[in-house]
């Protein structure tokens, strides 16, 4: 079993829709979370870092984590086209990243 | 701010022959960390360095090594390369080893 379990997706949803996006955990001693955006090809991107159970906003992103469940979560509102990419989530705990495999993501005009 | 750089972009090598990769750290930042990923996968992490010397290491052969200089910059180093070293190198970078990392645009190695 991965320590880091994301579905591949692909996820396809009309522009304007919400994109929710996930990932169980198995390893208790994650303590920070971490949500990347990689357009192909390219290096991904950090969108969001928490750190405790609960939610983060940042403008039309919004991070949840429980640590309870070990599960954590994405939501994209109001998305755009520019928004396809891979997502990828990411667990730490002492400065070594555990990725997930990623999440393709299209958002059709 | 100069962000992560890498170099170089692209680079294509044949079995068994040696690599080394670049990277330039996030202005401000001291810690350089290397991962590699896969076609379709996740980035794997290899090893971090702070402060010149190797903290952590990922699951990855001693034919992986690298090096950090006294102004952050870093090398990774492979040696006898098999075509599964296939993959884009990337560089992250953060502060004192924290877990938010800043990543470079990556180096696509092909080996052939």
């Known amino acids: 079993q991965k320590e880091v379990e994301q579905d591949p997706g692909p996820l396809s949803v009309p522009e304007g829709a919400i994109v929710s996006l996930n990932c169980t955990y198995s390893?208790?001693?994650?303590?920070?979370f971490m949500w990347y955006r990689q357009y192909s090809r390219k290096g991904p991107e950090l969108l969001m870092y928490?750190?405790?159970?609960g939610n983060k906003e940042d403008g039309r992103f919004t991070a949840q984590v429980d640590k309870s469940s070990k599960y954590i979560s994405l939501f994209i509102r109001d998305s755009q086209p520019s928004d396809s990419a891979t997502y990828l989530c990411?667990?730490?705990?002492?400065?070594?990243?555990?990725f997930g495999a990623g999440t393709q993501v299209v958002v059709t005009p | 701010d100069a962000g992560v750089t890498q170099s170089p972009t692209h680079l294509i090598k044949t079995r068994g022959q040696q690599v080394t990769l670049r990277c330039s750290p996030k202005?401000?930042?001291?810690?350089v960390s290397w991962y590699q990923q896969a076609l379709g996968q996740g980035p794997q992490f290899i090893f971090q360095?702070?402060?010149?010397?190797?903290?952590q290491r990922g699951n990855f052969p001693d034919r992986f090594s690298g090096h950090q200089f006294p102004n952050y910059s870093s090398e990774l180093n492979v040696n006898a390369l098999l075509l599964g070293d296939s993959a884009l190198y990337l560089c992250?970078?953060?502060?004192?080893?924290?877990?938010?990392?800043?990543f470079g645009p990556g180096t696509r190695l092909t080996v052939l």
């Open positions: 390893n208790s001693a994650f303590q920070y």
């Open positions: 360095y702070y402060e010149e010397e190797e903290r």
């Open positions: 928490t750190y405790s159970s």
């Open positions: 202005s401000g930042h001291d810690t």
């Open positions: 992250a970078s953060s502060l004192g080893g924290d877990n938010e990392q800043f």
């Open positions: 990411a667990m730490s705990s002492w400065g070594k990243l555990q």
